[in-house]
C-alpha cells in the first residue's frame, strides 16, 4: 500500500502562485509516472500536468506556460509551481502515482486524498 501526503494549498488572490508538494511513502519498489488531477465544482476530474521517471512532462493546454511539474526521486516527491492563477483554477487538487510494489509486480494507481486550491478574482 502506498500513501499520498499532499501540501500546499490555500487561497491565493488571482495572478499569485503556489506550490503544491505530494509525498509518497510505503511498499514502494519503483515509482513510474506522477501526476496531478483537479475538480471543480460540478465539473469532471481533469489531468493537469504529469512527469515520467524521465523527466518528460506532459501539461493541460489550460495550464502551459503557468504551472510547472517537477519531481524529486531521491524522495518520491512530487511538486506543482502554480503560477499566474486563475479563478478558474480553483479545484481540489490531486497527486496519483504509477507504482511497483515489489520486483515483478504489477504496476498499480494510487491518488491522493487531495488538497484544496481557491483563487480569488
Known amino acids: 500500500q502506498v500513501q499520498l501526503q499532499e501540501s500546499g494549498g490555500g487561497l491565493v488572490q488571482a495572478g499569485g502562485s503556489l506550490r503544491l508538494s505530494c509525498a509518497a511513502s510505503?511498499?514502494?519498489?519503483?515509482?513510474?509516472?506522477m501526476a496531478w488531477h483537479r475538480q471543480a465544482p460540478e465539473k469532471q476530474r481533469e489531468l493537469v500536468a504529469g512527469?515520467?521517471?524521465?523527466?518528460?512532462?506532459n501539461y493541460a493546454d489550460s495550464v502551459k506556460g503557468r504551472f510547472t511539474i517537477s519531481r524529486d526521486n531521491a524522495k518520491n516527491t512530487v511538486y506543482l509551481q502554480m503560477n499566474s492563477l486563475k479563478p478558474e483554477d480553483t479545484a481540489v487538487y490531486y497527486c496519483?502515482?504509477?507504482?511497483?510494489?515489489?520486483?515483478?509486480?504489477?504496476?498499480?494507481?494510487?491518488w491522493g486524498q487531495g488538497t484544496q486550491v481557491t483563487v480569488s478574482s
Open positions: 496519483t502515482v504509477l507504482y511497483q510494489a515489489s520486483l515483478g509486480a504489477a504496476f498499480s494507481y494510487s
Open positions: 510505503g511498499s514502494i519498489f519503483r515509482i513510474n509516472t
Open positions: 512527469i515520467t521517471v524521465g523527466g518528460n512532462t
